[in-house]
């Protein structure tokens, strides 16, 4: 029995296993759920009406699929890339507090932690802020940067 727990990963207490531990959940965790239960009512929202005129031009599914459904569900997917990318920088609190408090050597502390530990723990409040500032900063630019270039490219396909 020691041999082949030896063999296995230590999920949460190597540093090199643990922050694809935390990647693999999260991947697991956010590839259904929501997202799926948006492109759901995003597909719904799709009048039949545009289906039967594209069959009635000829196109096959592929071009009902490329030409109908896809341009259809762009601001669906505009909402969900950036609603993504919003909770990807600032996830992981839950996570890494509960599974791990930051550790193995720090390889599993995201950026909610950090301001946590520095503001609750180091009552660093100061530093703290000026950290979720920054945060909030580059959250607002990555969302301006998929606002203006994101939802136009999504709109042309």
Not at 36 to 42: D, H, N
Not at 84 to 90: A, D
Not at 128 to 139: D, E, H, K, R, Y
């Amino acid at each position: 029995a020691d041999q082949a727990a030896a063999l296995l990963p230590g999920w949460l207490i190597d540093k090199d296993w643990a922050k694809p531990a935390f990647i693999i959940m999260f991947v697991w965790a956010s590839a259904g759920g929501f997202n799926m239960i948006l492109y759901l009512a995003g597909l719904q929202n799709i009048p039949p009406e545009l289906y039967e005129a594209a069959e009635m031009d000829g196109a096959g599914w592929w071009a009902r699929l490329r030409y109908v459904t896809v341009p259809q569900l762009a601001p669906t997917t505009f909402f969900i890339l950036v609603t993504s990318v919003i909770g990807g920088l600032q996830g992981g609190f839950e996570a890494a507090y509960i599974m791990t408090a930051g550790g193995p050597e720090g390889s599993t502390t995201t950026m909610s932690y950090y301001i946590y530990t520095q503001a609750y723990e180091r009552l660093e409040i100061g530093y703290a802020a000026t950290i979720s500032m920054v945060l909030f900063g580059l959250i607002f630019a990555l969302t301006m940067v998929n606002w203006r270039y994101g939802g136009k490219r999504l709109e042309a396909s």
